[in-house]
């Protein structure tokens, strides 16, 4: 038995006594999860021992399961959350595996992500697109008959709509070596009305707001409760210093000057500029990271293991 293999072992036999203590110390196990029945119509909670036979249960007509703590006299357990919980679970600790090296299982986690969201996105595109935004504009009487029966009766149908379908099906002539070069006009159509559509806005967000938020006063005044102004130093004090980086980064990308003397030392207080923003944004992506590590332990020893509660 190599080294892999023993690591793998004892880390295999820790988890099981760990989940076999865990649930021999719990009063319903691990990962149980619980719900009740609710009625979606009046709100109330209805109880586990009403069956088709009592006639407030047969009344009910839409019912919704909601979560709910084991300790809850009305609560029923879910195979279908506990299922999940679990598998969830075993998930993570296979993404968790390759903190120690590439592996089968980590591979395994990859691809069922990898292929779940696939077949989410084509699932939602074929609702989405080729039915709500293709079917029912070219035939909307199919469409109500044979997937939404919400459609108005008196909708009709945009034949304009075949454009669009006629270029979405000129894509897959890329698959045609001879009739290949079609493939580029759908292609062309979507970055061009793509760039005219977004040039504007992109102008306003990036190049306009950012000069307009960069014009501040040096020196603010701020309204006092008798009626007077006096010298705001806070905002005064903010206002400058934003001034003085945004002219200092500008000084350091202006390359016609050489960068020495006064241009140079302005340059490097830019430079500076620059590595504090960077920094500040690179914090901000690794905070965003520890805070998603944080809920999955949360996940795992609270919702999992029942270990802590929180």
């Avoid at 580029?184 to 504007?200: D, H, N, Q, S």
């Avoid at 102008?203 to 006063?217: E, G, H, K, W």
């Avoid at 905002?235 to 210093?241: E, P, R, T």
């Amino acid at each position: 038995m190599n080294r892999e293999t023993r690591f793998w072992t004892v880390l295999f036999l820790g988890g099981c006594l760990l989940l076999a203590f865990q649930s021999l110390r719990t009063e319903r196990g691990v990962g149980q999860q619980f719900v009740v029945r609710v009625d979606a119509t009046t709100g109330k909670i209805i109880p586990p021992a009403a069956d088709a036979s009592d006639n407030s249960a047969a009344a009910v007509k839409t019912v919704i399961y909601e979560p709910a703590s084991k300790d809850d006299p009305e609560a029923i357990w879910s195979f279908s959350r506990t299922s999940g919980i679990w598998i969830a679970a075993l998930l993570t600790l296979c993404v968790f595996s390759y903190l120690y090296r590439d592996n089968v299982c980590y591979k395994l986690a990859e691809s069922i992500i990898v292929g779940v969201s696939a077949g989410y996105w084509i699932v939602t595109y074929y609702w989405e697109v080729l039915i709500a935004k293709v079917l029912l504009r070219l035939s909307p009487e199919l469409a109500r008959y044979a997937f939404l029966p919400d459609t108005p009766a008196d909708a009709k149908a945009d034949y304009l709509c075949i454009i669009p379908v006629v270029l979405g099906c000129m894509v897959f002539c890329r698959l045609i070596p001879k009739i290949a070069w079609m493939g580029r006009w759908p292609l062309a159509f979507v970055v061009g009305t793509t760039a005219g559509l977004k040039l504007i806005l992109f102008l306003n967000a990036d190049f306009v707001r950012q000069i307009r938020s960069t014009i501040l006063p040096l020196v603010v005044f701020s309204a006092t409760a008798s009626g007077g102004s006096e010298l705001d130093w806070k905002q005064s004090i903010q206002n400058i210093v934003i001034v003085i980086s945004v002219l200092s980064c500008v000084t350091y990308f202006y390359f016609s000057v050489e960068h020495k003397g006064i241009v140079g030392r302005i340059s490097r207080v830019g430079i500076w500029v620059l590595m504090i923003s960077f920094g500040a944004s690179f914090a901000l992506t690794v905070m965003g990271r520890i805070t998603l590590l944080t809920m999955r332990l949360q996940f795992l020893f609270d919702d999992w293991l029942g270990l802590v509660r929180i």
